[in-house]
């Protein structure tokens, strides 16, 4: 297998593992119980050997175009989100349900690279600003929080999808940190 074909099935397995963690602790019949626990380490076995995998397969082009996919996207958001008038910030809900959509989608977009192997840079032309202090994120905080997160990027060596899946939730975290909490 190469690269993303690993990648593909470790996703698959470990959506599969979550199930099977769920119907394990849903379940009564103690029977059917260990045939999931049983099935969940066969599972959770064969989802350490595709880590393995991905860390010795010989072609990491992939995941190198992923990293400088990222990198890209990031760059593209930088410049967009900068586009606004004088005094303009980034409206939270972007006139959506949803607060903090333009953070969700920043991190979807990333979460996209790491998971389907297609690489297009998407422009975040939805973008909807305020003048308004509440509700809103400051242009240039958020653009000195992206720029740095390119810096962490560029300091991933010989990446591999585990070091960029590790990057991206590490990125959530950092970015609800500082956007949400």
């Known amino acids: 297998m190469n690269e993303l074909e690993i990648l593909k099935r470790l996703i698959n397995l470990e959506k599969e593992s979550h199930r099977l963690k769920i119907r394990i602790k849903i379940r009564k019949n103690e029977i059917e119980k260990q045939g999931f626990i049983d099935e969940n380490h066969?599972?959770?076995?064969?989802?350490?050997?595709?880590?393995?995998?991905?860390?010795?397969?010989e072609?990491?082009?992939?995941?190198?175009?992923a990293k400088t996919a990222i990198i890209r996207q990031l760059s593209e958001y930088i410049t967009e989100?900068?586009?606004?008038?004088?005094?303009?910030k980034l409206l939270r809900n972007q006139g959506l349900m949803l607060e903090n959509a333009p953070l969700s989608e920043?991190?979807?977009?990333?979460?996209?690279?790491?998971?389907?192997?297609?690489?297009?840079?998407r422009t975040p032309a939805w973008l909807c600003y305020?003048?308004?202090?509440?509700?809103s994120?400051?242009?240039?905080?958020?653009?000195?929080f992206l720029s740095g997160e390119i810096q962490i990027l560029r300091k991933i060596t010989d990446?591999?999808?585990?070091?960029?899946?590790?990057?991206i939730e590490e990125f959530r975290k950092r970015i609800i940190e500082k956007f949400i909490e």
């Open 42 to 57: 066969q599972i959770e076995n064969e989802i350490e050997d595709l880590k393995n995998q991905l860390k010795e397969v």
């Open 59 to 65: 072609n990491k082009s992939s995941s190198a175009e």
């Open 81 to 88: 989100i900068n586009k606004a008038g004088l005094g303009l």
């Open 106 to 121: 920043i991190y979807r977009d990333l979460h996209f690279f790491i998971t389907n192997g297609e690489f297009g840079i």
């Open 130 to 135: 305020t003048s308004s202090k509440e509700n």
């Open 137 to 144: 994120i400051e242009i240039d905080v958020l653009s000195e």
């Open 159 to 167: 990446p591999n999808y585990l070091k960029l899946r590790q990057y």
